[in-house]
Structures are given as C-alpha cells and as structure tokens.
C-alpha cells in the first residue's frame, strides 16, 4: 500500500500527481472507491470530484459513504478496489468517522495489497502524526501547543501536514515556525496540485512543497 498525500486532488491544475498516477496505474481499469469521511453524503461534492475523475481518464468510482458502521464485508469489498481516495473536510469530523465507522480496521487490510490510498486536504492532516495545524488558524500557538495531545492523528505518516500552503499569509508562516519549534514537529506544507508519496517510511514530493524543521523553511519538489 502506497499513501498519496495532496492538498486538492482531483480538483484542476493536478497535472504532477496525475502524470504519476499514470506511470503506476492503468487508468482506465483502474477502480476507484471514492470514501466520504463525513456523517452526512456530498453529493454535490462526489458529483463534482467524479467528473474529475472521469476527465482524468477513471472510469470505475464508486460512493462508500461512511455514516455506518462498515461490516466485514464491506471491508473485503474495499479491499478490491485499487484505489481509495478519501475526501477532505474538518479532520476532527473526518478522524471521528474513520473510527465510529470501523474503517481504520480496513487500513491494515489495504496494506497486505499494492493500492493506493489518495486522501485529499482535510483527511490528509487527519492521516498524519498530528492535526494541531488546524487549530493554529484560528487560535495562538500558546493554546495550540497546550492541547497538541488532543489532536492526535492516524499517524500513517510520521509529520504533519499543511495543505493548501499559498494561501496563508507571512503572519501564519511565522506562526508556524516557532510551533513547529515548541512541539518539535516535522511539518510539509503542499500546494494546490502537489502531493507527497507515503511508501515503506520514504517520503517523495510530487510537484511543489516546503518543509519546517525547527523553524526553518525549506522548498522540495520534484
């Protein structure tokens, strides 16, 4: 099992991580299980990223809501599917339904087979070592260390992630500098239409990205 961490995948302007997923899988007979992470369906969303999809040249996407429990199954039904793509949102929201759906039981299933699970913006900071980023938007880095233990992710992944890196400012940059010194973290900011490959423990960018370590940034891409 490979993890393919974006910001925004599939929206437009994903040519990088399309161009990979070309190389690594046969499009068109590739089966996608398109997961909505969320206690409500979005359908406008699913309706939206499946066109993608399409245009992107997939033909086999299929809606796995996860409002219920998942049964085992369902779970074995997963597993059959080359890819799956899970939808972003609030990662709290998003971590909630991972676990009150039964789903993080089908990860280790997943990893015993070659697929790819793509997670996109939100269920990419909820598949990380920590989500405490997205507090950091809107409270201070003081309050935001203070409850870092609380906003544990999966930790599929051994950093946290920041998606959507453009469109924060020079005062949430700064703000990230010194949490990622205070908490000692290792953080990867992605760009629309960039991703990180998740393999075996090796990290890989696909386009442009940054990186935080004690407070210093640096740019990666591929």
């Not at 020079?170 to 239409?193: A, C």
């Given at each position: ?9 599939p929206l ?101 087979t070659c ?108």
């Amino acid at each position: 099992m490979k993890l393919l961490i974006t910001s925004d995948y599939p929206l437009k302007n994903n040519k990088p991580i399309q161009d990979y997923l070309n190389a690594t899988v046969p499009i068109e007979a590739t089966k996608i299980a398109f997961i909505d992470p969320y206690p409500r369906k979005r359908t406008k969303h699913y309706k939206t990223f499946r066109d993608q999809f399409i245009d992107y040249g997939f033909h086999h996407i299929e809606y796995f809501g996860l409002r219920k429990k998942l049964t085992k199954e369902s779970i074995e039904d997963l597993v059959r599917y080359e890819i799956a793509y899970l939808l972003g949102g609030t990662p709290q929201t998003i971590l909630t339904q991972i676990k009150k759906s039964g789903f993080k039981s089908f990860i280790p299933e997943y990893n015993n087979t070659c697929g790819i699970i793509i997670s996109a913006s939100g269920s990419s900071m909820a598949l990380s070592k920590n989500f405490s980023l997205f507090k950091l938007f809107r409270s201070p880095v003081e309050e935001t260390v203070r409850t870092y233990d609380d906003m544990k992710g999966l930790e599929l992944i051994p950093y946290e992630i920041l998606p959507h890196y453009e469109r924060y400012d020079e005062s949430f940059i700064e703000k990230i500098k010194i949490y990622s010194q205070r908490v000692n973290t290792e953080i990867y900011g992605l760009y629309d239409g960039s991703a990180l490959i998740y393999d075996r423990g090796k990290t890989t960018p696909v386009g442009k990205g940054i990186k935080v370590v004690k407070g210093k940034v640096k740019g990666v891409r591929s």
